[in-house]
């Protein structure tokens, strides 16, 4: 299932925070090598170590750090591309790359409820996938595009995915505590967060969000389209200060009642599609579940498997629905730049990338 | 409706960080003047600035500083205590001040669901004041005892109040997000809040608290006792890296459908009861609606009125329930010593205690 | 002293963490009121509250939100302008209003070490108000231009001053721990704060600020000018995940050696100049000396006297200097608007405001 | 120098925060197993999984939780002892092991300044594990004791030793911003750390300990015994609400005036012994010397080369003694468990632990 050779990828926006995930989870992938990275006006043509304002731990790898920033307008020649472009750019480059021929692994989100782009969790809806077929045929795209969801949206369908296959989710209603680096760089303002919480998300979506993809990602193909999950959700989104880890806090009401015991066998088990299992960047296990009183934390939790695993807990009986509990993943890798690079690599393991 | 002469007041517990929210709040109070200070074993005879470890702002004042700490065991010729005590020395040593003859108004938590016991939160339900009769009656206390609601309640049904008055609540899922200074002192260790949050708190009891004290608060006085409110709460508590004010994402499910316009004229016209208005630590008014994308926030509203008000902010359409909003108050004031303090005043209002 | 009516004043900059400053302690000023605002292009002609994001607690002063924004550009019919203009405007426009006739006490840097231009901390150096003479006849200014302290020399200055007086100052290392608000809004991002120090503060001057404005504002006037004190400073400064309160840890030698004991009496006893002790914005004494082992703390000390207050602790001896210590103040109060508040309440009190 | 096979190590203290360190960091060791665990009186008999708190990320190895702890009490047949027991036990359980024949590794306070104990910083002196042999025939032990230094020393003498060596070190006035980890847990409580700094640490003795522990490290093995550095110290120490990485501030008088680019140079190629560059633990450099204005920040830079490495910025002149510096170093890894490793390490390559 492993390419033969090292791929040579191309960052969209890599001077961004998200950038800068990327280039740090890519940095000594089995599958992929970074070849291009594309940035703002102003930054073309220089070193990206002389023009990033770098925001992670330490410093950008010396090779990435050499590399001249190419104009995101340019389409480069790699099989893929991971796009940390901001909205506003996102839709006009990323259709232009997957005209071109590039398979581009989205981070932005204009094209996560596009009728033929797949809204991928790998572990929850790789079969989604399929629709890739259906942008090349009806769209024209030669490349393809495929999104990752909203980081507060990858927490939360990971847990609901195994109770909705096992009995069946109707209700959900869930109050996000969301870090900081969701926002981006510069992002939210010490002033504003230093003890203190905002009982909302600053772009204003986030909440609909939460509500609309979560019913695509839980969907199923039936061939032509996804046919989305007959879910009503609830979303309260707030900003708190943690530096990264997305906690969401959940209540479930299922069509078929289930136990706690039921309910923390089925979350236990769950593994998610042979083919994802072995990829590289793919968790151990998609789900591990605590049972302590008091996890999981955003600062114990988030970097479980690299930062690819999920850890749910408090796991209980919910007075008004079937279920409550909590689950974290953090924002920035499973959430952002891990979850587009698993993407890729499930695109690679499929054969759509080659 | 003033007493004539300052009441002296004794403060039980008076070292704790509850203890001295109780002796800041109390500096100046029109009505009351601190007379007594009782603490533990250690502290008993010796001067209170020289064994408190203060935790608060600057320092405790001077006159208070002065007083020799004395025995909780030994009640004193008091009208009014106010109960900071921890709980497992509440239930016995409340007791015996209130059948000694004392108004013992109380933060602790062994009294709130007693039969006899008003659980107070003076604009909900003043009227709750009658059982106070019963108490002497069935009890044979000379005095009495009157709770204050956990400090996350005393949050939650004040905004409940009106809504539940106006359109019948039946349905509430919340999830809180709760201050530090909740913990008491030293309370919460700082390696397991900063950069943190934990999705608990640790007494272990807070949820149920939640969601049994508030139909309780929301009940109604029948002559004999309390009909508790027919209304379901599923809670969900957090603890979050803010020194002072608790947040609460609120969704409420209603017997009669309320739209938001209707809903915020019945929040924004809510007054409580006249008796309550004019004591001197009831705030201006008992809920303020904020009407901003990104209000209430606990750093900016916690203070409002002196740490008395409410703020309720981001009033909305819940897909599943009727309304959503969220609602904050000062933890320590509003949801403590502040509530206790008010309690007081109105029992001297009512000529309860004279 | 008092004037006979309220004076109008002009806030220049209005809309920026420290003009909201301005607003938040001139709201109930016993001498002054006000009576204008001026904002950049964009808040031209609209109201005060549709265009200020505000960044402090609560609101602003409804009298003051219905204010409609003047352009800086125009010179306004006030006695008194206070300046929260950002640098880079700040000495043209602070120029223009001065020439017209009014006496401005900016907050701005530009100013600061101009020979004929007063660098006020009024405890410590009332009588360089002397200079506003020289300027209306050198510059041919009507108005005047009087200039506060940088927030961390604001700090400093307070203990070295009685020191300096009774020994003598010689050598000063000096290592800030300053808090964010000091960067204004949006300044400091919170994911280069939280968890974190940064050991240095953006703006790259501060360091030469204390090293500079310390020994003009600790020098004497001498009849023509300011004679710098001879003193030698070597800053280090760092930006702590603090809202409000800048921390100074500082070593101090002596022309003549003082013993611990000596110079605590000469902190204690230190007023400041008659005039200036009982203006209203003064704090009740300029210094507040702690004997605890671990005050003073920027959360629980920067509120004294309403922010006005300097408190110093950890008196010891130096191994290498003489004496160290730790002093506080708050930096957007005592370093920026309320020390802008006192200069001009000192113009008020020597009649050269009228 | 690798021992041909695994060695087996007890680790004294085991459940506090520093004990967990050392699990975490012996986890994958090349050369080292653990094979015993002791505890409290509360925990001894029982499974480390179910009595140990877990502070730090995620959980303790299962292997490692599957351990019984054992007494302090009883000396196990192990060549190597890591101790984390607290003050007040160390000296008389570590004495117990040294003399049974264990080299005993200890991060504890007690035996640092002793005459015949190496205060151990590897890449700095390393030769005063000579003492060893004098333990030996003056005290009668069999094995021995090495100390770690003080975490805030450890971050100061790294880059002081090239200094020293190069221009003769005379003077130093440093001011260290310690992070919550240093006083293990619970340790600081969130109340007082949060939105706050406490200038001091609380033990009391921390300016003592950095003041005299330096002397010995930069001191020399006369044959006989340390020969301490003549430097002079001023060691100011706050608390800062950072959870792991001390920073230091530090001013430095020289013997011999040295320029920032000869200091930088010197600096730059400092490397330390060979016998220590390949050890496993040892970091590629000891010093990273970085140039940006704004570094090194503790949570940026604390981890570089797994917490052992050590970053120092802002190297400039100082207006009073030579020169100005930050340094940084993780105060649990490089100035904790990681330290002591290192000096088992060390042990081992030199051949006093086979």
Known sequence: MAPSHKLPVAILGATGAVGQRFITLLANH???????????????????????????????????????????????????????????????????????????????????????VPLLVPEVNADHIQLVEQQRSKLGWRGCIVANANCAT??????????????????????????????????????????????????????HKLETESCKILGSYNGEGIGF?????????????????????????????????????????????????GLPTAPPEPLSLRTEQDRPQPRRDRDLYGGMGTTVGRLRPCPLFDLKFVTLSHNTIRGAAGGAILNAELLVAEGIVA
């Open 30 to 116: 089995p599958w992929f090598e970074i070849a291009v990275l594309t940035g703002s006006e102003r930054s073309i043509g220089r070193r990206y170590g002389d023009v990033v304002h770098w925001v992670l731990d330490r410093a950008p790898p010396a090779a990435v750090a050499d590399l001249v920033v190419q104009p995101t307008e340019t389409v480069a020649d790699v099989p893929v591309a991971f796009s940390a472009l901001p909205t506003e750019h996102a839709r006009e480059a990323e259709t232009r790359w997957a005209t071109a021929g590039v398979a581009v692994c989205t981070n932005a989100s204009p094209f996560r409820m596009h009728e033929q």
């Open 154 to 207: 990858a927490t939360l369908v990971m847990p609901l995915k195994p109770l909705h296959q096992a009995f069946g989710v109707e209700k959900v209603i869930v109050t996000t505590l969301q870090a900081i680096s969701g926002a981006g760089y510069p992002g939210v303002a010490s002033l504003d967060i230093l003890d203190n919480i905002i009982p909302n998300i600053a772009n204003g979506g986030e909440e």
């Open 229 to 277: 999950a007959p879910i009503t959700l609830s979303a309260n989104v707030t900003r708190v200060p943690v530096i990264d880890g997305h906690t969401a806090v959940v209540s479930v009401g299922l069509k078929q009642h289930a136990s706690v015991e039921a309910a923390a066998e089925v979350l236990r088990e769950f593994r998610g599609p042979a083919v994802v299992q």
